[in-house]
Structure formats: C-alpha cells, structure tokens
C-alpha cells in the first residue's frame, strides 16, 4: 500500500494497515527522516529468516521435523523473502528437515548454511534448495585461532566453494564470518574477490555482536563504494544493538537483513525480525514485504515450539508491548492513543491493554468496568481505586475477574442472593461414551433441569447450564490453569460469557477447587449471575 509522506510523496505502508494508522506510524518518521539519505536507502529491503538455523542454535532449543516445517510455513505466511532452513551438514535429520521445506513449494527463497568445503556444499545440494549460504571467517582471530589458514587461503577457499556451488546450479549468498572484527583493507580485498566470483548476495556478519550502529553505517558505506550486488546484514545481540546495528547498515544502503523470530539465536541472539520489519516500515517507510498484523501470532508459534518465552517487556510481540498502568497514561490513551503508543496495535496483530495495580488512576477501572457493562458513581469508584491501591501495595496482582469480584463488593452487590444457584449437578463421562451432564437450577425461586452432552465432561456441563438459563448465552472465553504442581493440585478457571444477541456484553467469573470440571461449573454460574446483572432480560428467553 502507498500512502502519502509528511510532504505529500508516497511512500509505501505496511501491508493491510489502514491509511490513518500508516500516516500514525510515519509521524514517527519525521524527525529521523533528516538523517536518511534517500539516495542511499533501498526501496524495499528483504528480510532473511534464520530461527530454523541461526535461531535453532539458541542454547537448549530443539525443534523436531514437523515443527520446522510449521515454522517455515508460518514465515512465508507472513512474507519472509529468504528462509535459512537449517545447517545440512550437522546431522542426517537437518538434511531431512532442509529437504522436506525445499520441497514445500514455498513463495520464499530457501536455503540451506554451508562452510566453504565441497562436503558441506554436497549435503545442501542433496536437500534440493536452489539457494545456498556459505560462509568462512576472515578475521585474523579466527584465521589464526579457528582455521589455522592465511588470509590468501581464505579468500582460495571462499573462491573454489562458490565457482563449486554454482557450477551445480546454486545461488549463492556468501558470508565472511566476524566481518566486524576484519581488518578492513582485507575484508574489501575478500569481498571484491567473491564478488568476482559471482556470488549473488554479500553478507556482513556482526558475528559477536561487537558493532555499534555508527561503525555498522560507516563500514557497509565503505562496503557499498566497491559491491555491485546486493549486501545484507547479519548482527547479534550480545550488547543488544543487533536491531540498532541492522538499521544503521540499512541507512548507508543494506538491501538485505537477517533476523530471527523473537530475536532467538546463538548466545544473547540475532536482530528480532518483528523489530526491524517494524522499525523498517515505520521509521523508513521501507517495505520489507512482512505483514505486520501477522507477527504476533508467528512470534507466540516460535514461542511454543521452541519452549523460549518471550519476555513480557519484549519490543513489538511482548505481553507488556501494548499494556498500560499508569493512571496518567491511560487518561491520556482515552483520549488520543497515540500519545503513549509509537504505533497502535492492531498494526502488529496485538491489542491495547489497561492493567490494574498500585499505579492505576481512575479512567483506566471506570473504562474496564464499563467494558463489563458496570457502571459505577464517582464516590465509589475512588473507594475501588483505593482498595485496588491498598491491595497491590501489598503485593496482590489484579485480573480482571478479580477487579470485577471487589467491584461488586463495593457497589454492595457482593452480599445480594444470587438470582441463579446451582441445586444439582452430574457428569457422566468414560471411553466409548458420549460425556453427558444434567444440571438443575434455581432461577429466582423457579427450578429448571436440563440434560446436555458434549466433547467433554467441561463442554457438557456448560451446555446444560446454558440450556437450563438460556440459549441466549455463549461461551466467549474459558482459561484453565494448574496452580499448583500433581494430580492433586488445584485449578483455577476463568470463564468469560456473552450475550448472542449483543456483542457488547460480557461477563466474567472465575473460581478455584481441586475438580476442574466442578470448580469450571462454579466459574459459569458467577459469570452467569453477574451477566443476569448486565443484561436483566436474559434469563426470561
Ligand atoms: O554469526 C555468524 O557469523 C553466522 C554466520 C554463519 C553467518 O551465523
Ligand atoms: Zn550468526
């Protein structure tokens, strides 16, 4: 998408942004579009995935076969030019799992990593990616230390594995590895030398994370003033300038730069893709083919398979991305969101956030609580903003089941009978049986009995309690979570309820019990009566 520019040029958007949230992000871009040279800066830049190589390296992370192939499906999904698929030559399951994602017919380039000798070439050639990524170290630490082979027989080396690799029909990118680290005359020599060789594309790896965004611009400048094909870049984080790093070398010209989901990687990691597709198109309005609203889903995928968390504090992706505490915050987000967020979060398939704790004022409760259909007068609405103060003072964490429960307490609702109560429940449930529940309830005196099966015990018991209150209700959310460890623990159960016929409201109730199927019932049955309170003609259906 093209929209226009702050003097009225257009520039090209993040793909399915609407035009008012593109104009959002770019006026970010006013003040750093001053110091982008627009001679230098590439129109679009691609990105190159390497969580299923670089990123598999991360200490402890394994992925099986069919969780890479997920994995690079969901990275051409989102629109990764270029995917490192993994390293071959380390193992007979590697050059299965290369083959397998060479052969999946993705729109992305794949390939596969390479050290500059036939061996490692030939295991890349048999997985069938068309594409390879070779490397060798040229700085005089790994020559002498590592390799044990002059700079002369480095660039040999180098030389003999590209004219090899293209003679078999491959596309070549080619790396000299700890490039930062290279005495600069011989890394130009070395580059020049490869490029003669015909390789494609040049990589320059910031290989221990040494680089600050300054020098990265000043040497891919140097770089350039010799390359006649594209160059990319690939920078860690051990300092936490990779990202930094990757967008300074865009700026003096990078058409290319390597990243990771999540920032996942060999020590402290690689530039988090999701940062710089964002940075890129935010600051630069450089497209980088990514879809944005994409990447949270992608990053919680790589999350999962990998057993990695991300950090709640994460950039773009982290829980605590879009959150916001503080009362002075949050009055001014009611107001104009982007006074406290770059970009809203929609753009990066992310939702806003208000959270409740010792900083919270009184917009951030009242807009939560309107938002489960409570409204609340101003005297008591500085009593709840008091006791939630008080409460997270001494260390109490809020959701919102929780802010609901004192909400009720403090509109005196808390000690009302309630309008639903549970007189009799059995589930039935074994193997080779439909699990079946038979429920009756006491509405306002009257007593109602329904049977219900389901796909479990769980989802026939809520369907019975929804036929005996009313078709009207609907589940919206249900989150069962173990609190303590064993067979014996205790559950925790948030159910969330809605209205069909509105989709405005929504209740909330949670409970706790060692029986998850009881203490899930007893979740519904709050929920419900605090829907009944919302929406009073619900249960005359
Ligand atoms: O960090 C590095 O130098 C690498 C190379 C193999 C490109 O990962
Ligand atoms: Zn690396």
Known sequence: MNVPDSEGKTVPGADGTSGSKVRDMFAIGDNIRKVIDSSVLPKSVKILDTTLRDGEQTPNVALSIDDKIRVAQALDEIGVGIIEAGFPITSEWEKEAVSRIAKLGLKAEVLGLSRSNKKDIDAVLECGTGSIHLFIATSDIHLKNKLKITRE????????????????????????????????????????????????RIDIPDTVGIMIPQAMNYLISELKKICRVPIAVHCHDDFGLSVSNSLAAVLAGAEEVHCTING??????????EEVAVALQTFYGVETGIDLRKLTHVSRLVSKLTGV??????????????????GIHVHGLLGESSTYEA??????GKERAFVVGKHTGTHAVQAKLKNYGIEIEDSQLKELVGRIKKLSEGGKKFDDAELIALAYDVLGRGDEPAKIRLDEFAVFTGINFTPTATVTIDIEGKQKRASETGIGPI???????????????????????????GSDSLCEVTIKLGDRRDESIISLGKSVGADIVITSVEAAITAL???????????AE
Not at 169 to 189: C, H, I, N
Not at 266 to 273: F, I, P, S
Not at 460 to 485: D, M, P, Q, W, Y
């Open 529 to 539: 009566n605090r829907l009944c309170y919302i929406k009073n003609d619900l249960i």
């Open 343 to 348: 970009i809203s979060p929609e753009i990066v």
């Open 459 to 485: 989802d026939s018991s809520l369907n019975a309690i929804r036929s005996a209150v009313s078709k009207n209700i609907v589940l919206k959310e249900f989150r069962l979570e173990a609190i303590t460890g």
């Open 309 to 326: 968390a991300v950090q709640p504090n994460k950039a773009i992706v982290g829980d605590n991305a879009f959150a916001h505490e503080a």
């Open 264 to 273: 996942l990687g060999e020590r402290a990691g690689n530039a988090a893709l």
């Open 153 to 200: 027989q480095a660039i040999e080396k180098a030389v003999e594995s590209i004219d090899y690799a293209r003679s078999h029909g491959l596309k070549v990118e080619f790396s000299p590895e700890d490039a930062t680290r290279t005495d600069l005359t011989f890394l130009k020599e070395f580059v020049s030398a490869v490029q003669e060789a015909k390789a494609d």
